[in-house]
C-alpha cells in the first residue's frame, strides 16, 4: 500500500515533469515556425491594407464601404493575436524583428493596440460611408503599422517587399 | 508744477518740456508700432514653425528614446566615426543657443562654422541646410526661440582620433561641400523647384539616401541610389526612379501617400528611421508639397544600385 502509493508519487512527478519538458519543447521547438506564421499574417495585413491604400489613393473605385468594413476588422483581429505572435526565444534567425519587442515590451504592446483601435475605428467610420473620412482614417491606420514598425523592425530591403 | 510756477520759463525747464514731448510722441509711436512688430514676429514663427517640420530638425535634436524635451539635445547618433551627441538647441542662453544672433544661427546652417569660429562635424546636415534662403533661416530660428528653453548640458561625443579633430573639417569641407543658397532652375516649373527645394535644402532626403565614402562624404554620382550602412548603420533604399534596383515603378501619387502615411505600394509599411521622417516631417506638410517632392524625385536620373542586406 505504502509502497504503491510511493510509486505513484514517484510515476506522478516523472509524468509532471515529462509534461513540462514536453511543454517546453514545444514552446521551444522550431521558433522558425512561429517567425513564418508572424510574416504571413503580417503579409496578410499588407494585403488589405493595400487594397484599401488603392482606394484611399484614388486609384480604384471599386471598393464598397462593406468591403472596406471587412479589411478593418481583418486588421483589427490580426491586432488582438499580435502579442502572441513574439514569444521569448524567437528574436534571431530569418527575422526583422528587433530586440527592443522584448525590452520594452509594454511599448511594444501599446503600438499593437494602436493599431486595434485606428482599425476599429475605420470600421465605424465605414459603417457611416463618408468618403474623405474614410480616405483620412485610412491613413492613420498605416501610421500605425508604422509606428511599430520605426522601434520594432528592421528595414526590409525593397526587394523583399 | 503749476501754470505761473517761477520755474515754468527757464530754458532749462523749456528744453525739458520738449524733451517730455518727444518721449511722449516717441512712446506713443512706439505703443502703435509694438502690435505691428508682434504681429510680423507671430507670423515668422508661424513661417518658422513649417520650416522647421520640413528640414526634421526635432529627430535629431531630441532624445525621444529616454523621454528627452524637445530640442534640448542628448540624442545619440551612431555612425562609423563614433557616437555624437546632438546638442541643446533651445534658447536657453547657458546651454543652448539662447544668445545667438540671427547672423550666428545663418552662419551654423549655411556655413557650417560656429559663432566662435570651429567647424561643425557634418552629422549636422549643414551640408544641405545651405541650400536655405535667408528668410526661411530667419523664421526658422524665431520659431525655435518661441519655445521652451530647457537647461540641459551637452554631452560630448565620443570619437576616435583623428576624426574627433575639428580642425581637419576644413579639408573635409573643401573636398565635400559647396556653399551657397538652392538656385531655381529657370527651365524647370515652379513646382519642380518647389519640390527640389523641399526636398534637397529641407528635408535633406539625401544625407541618408546616398551612399557615402570612406571620408563620410556623398557620393554625388549615386544621388538618392540607396546607403546599405546608412545613419544608425541602417540601410536606406535607393529612390531614384529605376525600374529594378529604385522605386521606378511608383508614380507620384504613390510617393506622395508614401510621405503621408509611410505605405509602400507593396502593401507594407516603412519602420526604422524613415517613420520616423514621416511622422515630424514629412506627415505634416501640405499636399500639394508632398506632390511636388513626389515629382521632383521621380525626375532625378535612374541609378542602378541594389540595396540588399542578407536577411
Redo the contacts between chains.
Keep these: 500500500m505504502r509502497r504503491s502509493l510511493v510509486i505513484g508519487l514517484a510515476m506522478g512527478t516523472v509524468a509532471v515533469a515529462m509534461a513540462g519538458i514536453v511543454a517546453e519543447a514545444f514552446a521551444q521547438a522550431r521558433p522558425l515556425d512561429m517567425i513564418r506564421y508572424r510574416q504571413s499574417a503580417m503579409?496578410g495585413?499588407?494585403?488589405y491594407?493595400?487594397a484599401l491604400?488603392a482606394y484611399?489613393?484614388?486609384?480604384v473605385t471599386l471598393v464598397t464601404k462593406d468591403t472596406i468594413k471587412a479589411y478593418a476588422a481583418a486588421l483589427a483581429g490580426t491586432s488582438l493575436e499580435i502579442p502572441g505572435m513574439f514569444p521569448a526565444g524567437t528574436d534571431t534567425g530569418?527575422?526583422?524583428a528587433k530586440p527592443e519587442i522584448w525590452q520594452k515590451n509594454a511599448d511594444f504592446l501599446a503600438a499593437a493596440k494602436r493599431l486595434g483601435e485606428e482599425s476599429t475605428k475605420l470600421a465605424e467610420v465605414a459603417t457611416g460611408g463618408n468618403e474623405a473620412a474614410m480616405k483620412e482614417q485610412i491613413?492613420k491606420v498605416?501610421?500605425a503599422?508604422?509606428?511599430?514598425?520605426?522601434?520594432?523592425?528592421?528595414?526590409?530591403?525593397?526587394?523583399?517587399? | 508744477m503749476k501754470d505761473g510756477d517761477p520755474m515754468t520759463s527757464t530754458p532749462a525747464n523749456v528744453v525739458l518740456k520738449c524733451l517730455a514731448s518727444v518721449f511722449a510722441i516717441a512712446g506713443a509711436m512706439l505703443l502703435a508700432a509694438a502690435p505691428a512688430a508682434a504681429q510680423a514676429n507671430a507670423d515668422a514663427i508661424k513661417r518658422g514653425e513649417y520650416i522647421f517640420r520640413a528640414a526634421d530638425c526635432s529627430p535629431c535634436h531630441t532624445d525621444t528614446k529616454n523621454k528627452g524635451a524637445l530640442l534640448a539635445g542628448g540624442r545619440a547618433l551612431p555612425t562609423p566615426f563614433g557616437t555624437f551627441y546632438s546638442p541643446n538647441i533651445t534658447a536657453d542662453p547657458v546651454n543652448g543657443i539662447g544668445k545667438w544672433t540671427d547672423a550666428d544661427f545663418t552662419r551654423a546652417l549655411r556655413q557650417g562654422v560656429s559663432p566662435d569660429g570651429s567647424h561643425y562635424f557634418p552629422v549636422f546636415p549643414y551640408t544641405s541646410f545651405t541650400l536655405m534662403t535667408d528668410q526661411d533661416i530667419k523664421d526658422l530660428k524665431a520659431y525655435i526661440f518661441s519655445l521652451p528653453t530647457v537647461p540641459l548640458a551637452n554631452k560630448p561625443h565620443n570619437i576616435g582620433f583623428p576624426f574627433n579633430l575639428r580642425f581637419l573639417q576644413i579639408g573635409w569641407k573643401m573636398l565635400f561641400f559647396t556653399e551657397g543658397v538652392y538656385k531655381p532652375a529657370p527651365a524647370k516649373s515652379a513646382e519642380w523647384n518647389r519640390g527640389a527645394y523641399l526636398t534637397e535644402a529641407l528635408g535633406h532626403c539625401a544625407e541618408c539616401h546616398t551612399p557615402r565614402n570612406l571620408l563620410g562624404g556623398m557620393d554625388r554620382s549615386r544621388w538618392m541610389a540607396g546607403s546599405i550602412d546608412g545613419p544608425e548603420g541602417?540601410?536606406?533604399?535607393?529612390i531614384t526612379p529605376h525600374e529594378a534596383?529604385g522605386?521606378g515603378e511608383w508614380d507620384d501619387?504613390?510617393l506622395a501617400?508614401m510621405l503621408?502615411?509611410?505605405?509602400?505600394?507593396?502593401?507594407?509599411?516603412?519602420?526604422?528611421?524613415?517613420?520616423?521622417v514621416?511622422?515630424e516631417s514629412t506627415?505634416k506638410l501640405t499636399d500639394a508639397d508632398r506632390t511636388a517632392m513626389a515629382k521632383y524625385i521621380l525626375s532625378l536620373p535612374a541609378i542602378d544600385h541594389?540595396?540588399?542586406?542578407p536577411?
Design positions: 503579409k495585413n499588407g494585403g491594407l493595400n491604400n484611399a489613393k484614388g486609384e530569418r527575422t526583422n491613413g498605416a501610421q503599422c508604422g509606428g511599430c514598425h520605426q522601434p520594432f523592425r528592421k528595414p526590409l530591403p525593397p526587394a523583399s517587399r | 541602417e540601410m536606406a533604399p535607393n534596383t522605386i501619387i504613390d501617400y503621408k502615411t509611410g505605405a509602400v505600394p507593396g502593401g507594407d509599411v516603412v519602420g526604422s528611421l524613415m517613420a520616423e514621416i511622422r506627415g541594389k540595396i540588399e542586406k536577411r
